[in-house]
Structures are given as structure tokens and as C-alpha cells.
């Protein structure tokens, strides 16, 4: 049974920052393109981050690019978010979440979709 456990939210005032991590089990983690995405009360879910296989080559949404890095530790089946310079526009539910990618170099895109979801954790950004 695959499994995409997020931990490491919680408050924190703005301008900090938080690391999320994304634990995985189940499945061969490496085979995987790996995506953060974030839910505000109100609003839709959006993409925030992702990472191909190899964790060489990353993307960004506007909004968090240059304030938040995404990396990922394969032997270690995880996935993180570095969250600097947090704003209270940044609170959210953060999910992870995995599809399966191309070539190990490929881009950070799953070849066809995200096909595992995790459940989420709380980021609270206090002006």
C-alpha cells in the first residue's frame, strides 16, 4: 500500500520559515515525480513545487518562486519543502503528492498524473 505521510507544518509568523517533509512508502520512490501543492480556506487547490526523479531539475509557481526549494533524499524515500520568507498568504493545507516520471533525468512532470496523494499538513502564516 503506497503511503505519502507530510509533516513539519505548523505556525509560524511571517517571514520564517517552515520545512515540510513528504515521507514515502510503498512504492520505489526514485520512479516517482514528486509535487507539493497547497490548499487555502476558500480557494482551489494549487501547485506549488515539483522535482523530477533524480532531484536535478525543480519548478516553481510564480508565487513561491525564490522564497521556497524543493529537494529530495531518494534513499531515504523523501521529499522536502524549504519554506523561507513565509506571508500569510502562503497558509495552506500542503499536500504531496507523486506520479510516476520519464527518465531519471527527465522533467518534473509525471509522465501521465500524480497517482498518490497524501494527507496533508497545516501551515499557518501569523502577520
Known amino acids: 500500500q503506497v503511503q505519502l505521510v507530510e509533516s513539519g507544518g505548523g505556525l509560524v509568523q511571517a517571514g520564517g520559515s517552515l520545512i515540510l517533509s513528504c515521507a514515502a512508502s510503498?512504492?520505489?520512490?526514485?520512479?516517482?515525480?514528486t509535487g507539493w501543492f497547497r490548499q487555502a480556506p476558500g480557494k482551489e487547490r494549487e501547485f506549488v513545487a515539483s522535482i523530477n526523479r533524480c532531484g536535478g531539475n525543480s519548478y516553481y509557481s510564480d508565487s513561491v518562486k525564490g522564497r521556497f526549494t524543493m529537494s529530495r533524499d531518494n534513499a531515504e524515500n523523501t521529499a522536502y519543502l524549504q519554506m523561507n520568507s513565509l506571508k500569510p498568504e502562503d497558509t495552506a493545507v500542503y499536500y504531496c503528492r507523486a506520479g510516476r516520471g520519464s527518465t531519471w533525468h527527465g522533467p518534473p512532470v509525471p509522465t501521465l498524473a500524480y497517482e498518490h496523494w497524501g494527507q496533508g499538513t497545516q501551515v499557518t502564516v501569523s502577520s
Open positions: 510503498g512504492l520505489t520512490f526514485g520512479d516517482y515525480v
